[in-house]
C-alpha cells in the first residue's frame, strides 16, 4: 500500500472550514484514500473514503487532486468536538484487510 | 456506539498474572483485529482474523496469545506480560469484502502492567 504524508499538526478557529491535507504521490490506480480520526482516549472513528471522485457524508468532504497523487479532507465548520488527530490511509481492497496507521495530523479547534 | 464493545475498559494486572480481553462485534462482519498504541506512538497492527483464521501476526511475542471462537467474537489472552506492554488495546472488525471495506473499532481496553 502506497505510503502517505500529513503535516503533524494544524490548528483551526472554531467555525471556520478546516483543510486537512495529504500527500500520496505513489498511489497506484486501485489504492483508495481513507480517513479516520481519533479523539484522545478513543478507537479511531471512519470519516470518509473515495477513488477517484470528490466524495461529500454528513462529517465531512474528501478533494482528491486530477493526479491522485494528494487529496484534502475538509470539515466544513469546525467544532471544538472536531480536535482530534486525523489519519489518511491508502490502500487497496484487493490487499487483504490490513489497515496501518501512521502518525496523522494533531487538529486543535481553537475557540 | 460503533457496534464493536471491548472489556475491559481498564486493567491494572501483575508480571505473573493471566488475564484476557475481549472484544464482540454485532456488525456480522468477516474480519477483526487487534491493534496496539503506546503512549505517543502510532497504531500498530497485531493480528488479524478472517473468517475465523488467523491471516496476520506482526511478529507478536508469544505473551499475546489471540483467540477467535466465531467471526463475532475475539480475545486476546495475557500472561506474564511486561510494563512496556501497558498500552491502549484496540479491537477492530470489517466486512472483509474487497469493495473498499472501512474499518470500526472499539473504544479500547488500558491496560498497565505492574
Known amino acids: 500500500d502506497a505510503k502517505t504524508t500529513q503535516p503533524p499538526s494544524m490548528d483551526c478557529a472554531e467555525g471556520r472550514a478546516a483543510n486537512l491535507p495529504c500527500n500520496h504521490s505513489?498511489?497506484?490506480?486501485?489504492?483508495?484514500v481513507y480517513w479516520y480520526r481519533q479523539i484522545h482516549s478513543q478507537g479511531p472513528q471512519y470519516i470518509i473514503h473515495g477513488l477517484k471522485n470528490n466524495e461529500t457524508n454528513e462529517m465531512a468532504s474528501l478533494i482528491i487532486t486530477e493526479d491522485r497523487k494528494s487529496s484534502t479532507l475538509i470539515l466544513p465548520h469546525a467544532t471544538l468536538r472536531d480536535t482530534a488527530v486525523y489519519y489518511c490511509i491508502v490502500k487497496s481492497p484487493y490487499t487483504g484487510n490490513q489497515f496501518y496507521f501512521g502518525t496523522g495530523t494533531s487538529l486543535t479547534v481553537i475557540p | 456506539e460503533t457496534g464493536v464493545t471491548q472489556t475491559p475498559r481498564h486493567l491494572v494486572m501483575g508480571m505473573t498474572n493471566k488475564k484476557s480481553l475481549k472484544c464482540e462485534q454485532h456488525?456480522?462482519?468477516?474480519?477483526m483485529y487487534w491493534y496496539k498504541q503506546s503512549a505517543k506512538k502510532p497504531l500498530e497492527l497485531m493480528f488479524v482474523y478472517s473468517l475465523e483464521e488467523r491471516v496476520e501476526n506482526n511478529s507478536v511475542p508469544s505473551r499475546f496469545s489471540p483467540e477467535c471462537p466465531n467471526s463475532s467474537h475475539l480475545f486476546l489472552h495475557l500472561h506474564t506480560l511486561q510494563p512496556e506492554d501497558s498500552a491502549l488495546y484496540l479491537c477492530?472488525?470489517?466486512?472483509?469484502?474487497?469493495?473498499?471495506?472501512?474499518?470500526?473499532f472499539g473504544e479500547g481496553s488500558w491496560l498497565t502492567v505492574v
Open positions: 505513489t498511489i497506484s490506480g486501485n489504492e483508495y
Open positions: 456488525l456480522g462482519h468477516n474480519a
Open positions: 477492530a472488525s470489517s466486512p472483509d469484502d474487497i469493495s473498499g471495506n472501512t474499518i470500526y
